[in-house]
C-alpha cells in the first residue's frame, strides 16, 4: 500500500482505512509497519516489530512517508481475536514449516493489533462495507481496500460487491488473483506472468501493478497514469 501514497496525492495524507476480509485485522496498520523495497534502508515507525521486504520492478513510486491512518475498520464472516491465544493459534498453523521470517512477522503484527485493537464487525462483506464507509469519520479519504478475498464470493456476489463499492464515496484498492475482476484483464497493459503466483493490483478499478499474494513482489506498471509525487 505505501507506494499508493506517494502515486496518489490525496491519499498521502490522511486516510480512513476499511478492510474488507480482514479476518484478524492485521493488515489495518500499514502505518504501524517498516517497510523495506529491494536492497534499501528500511522505513517507517523505529519501534515497529515487523518489517515487511518486497522486490520491485518496473517505475514503482517509492514512498518517503506512511499515510496518516486516522480511523481503521474492517468487516469479516469470521473475524478472529488478535488478542485470543486460540485464534492467534490458528493463525499462525497456517505459516508453512521452515517460513520463520514470516512466522516472525505474523507474530509481531499481532502484537501490534494487541496493542491497538482495531475494531473488526461481523457480517456480509457486501452488506457492510456500505455503512462502515458512511460511519467514517469526516475529513479523510476513506480507503476501502481487500486483498484475496473475493475468491471466497460467487461470481455474482463479486460482480455486486464492485456495484457495491463502485457507488460509495471512496477510494478503493483491490489485490487479488487475475481472475477474480475479470473486468480487469482487458485493462491489463502487460500479460499476467505465469512463472509465479500473481494478483493483481487496482486503483479505482484501474491495474496499477502486479504483486505477489504475500507483497513479497511488486511490479508497476509504467502506464498507470498516476501522478507520482515528487516531494
Not at 73 to 87: C, M, R
Not at 146 to 154: D, G, I, N, R, W
Amino acid at each position: 500500500m505505501p507506494p499508493c501514497c506517494r502515486s496518489w496525492p490525496r491519499c498521502r495524507s490522511r486516510w480512513r482505512w476499511i478492510e474488507v476480509g480482514a479476518s484478524a485485522g492485521l493488515c489495518l496498520y500499514p502505518d504501524r509497519y517498516r517497510y523495506r523495497y529491494n536492497q534499501s534502508q528500511a522505513f517507517g515507525p523505529g519501534d515497529s516489530p515487523v518489517t515487511l521486504p518486497c522486490r520491485t520492478t518496473g517505475p514503482v513510486p517509492i514512498p518517503r512517508q506512511l499515510p496518516d491512518v486516522v480511523w481503521r475498520t474492517g468487516v469479516d464472516p469470521n473475524p478472529l481475536d488478535p488478542t485470543d491465544p486460540e485464534d492467534a493459534g490458528w493463525l499462525e498453523s497456517l505459516v508453512w514449516p521452515g517460513q520463520t521470517d514470516r512466522l516472525q512477522r505474523l507474530r509481531g503484527a499481532l502484537g501490534v493489533a494487541r496493542a491497538e485493537p482495531a475494531h473488526v464487525v461481523r457480517g456480509d462483506l457486501d452488506e457492510a462495507v456500505r455503512g462502515l464507509v458512511a460511519q467514517a469519520p469526516k475529513r479523510a479519504t476513506p480507503v476501502v481496500f481487500h486483498s484475496a478475498v473475493l475468491a471466497y464470493l460467487s461470481p455474482d456476489g463479486r460482480a455486486q460487491f464492485a456495484r457495491t463499492v463502485r457507488s460509495l464515496p471512496c477510494r478503493w484498492i483491490s489485490n487479488e488473483a487475475p481472475s477474480v475482476l475479470p473486468a480487469l484483464l482487458d485493462l491489463l497493459p502487460e500479460p499476467v506472468p505465469t512463472d509465479r503466483a500473481t494478483f493483481v493490483m487496482a486503483l479505482d478499478e484501474r491495474p496499477i501493478a502486479f504483486t505477489g499474494p504475500h507483497g513479497e513482489h511488486l511490479h508497476w506498471f509504467s502506464d498507470a497514469g498516476l501522478p507520482v509525487s515528487i516531494e
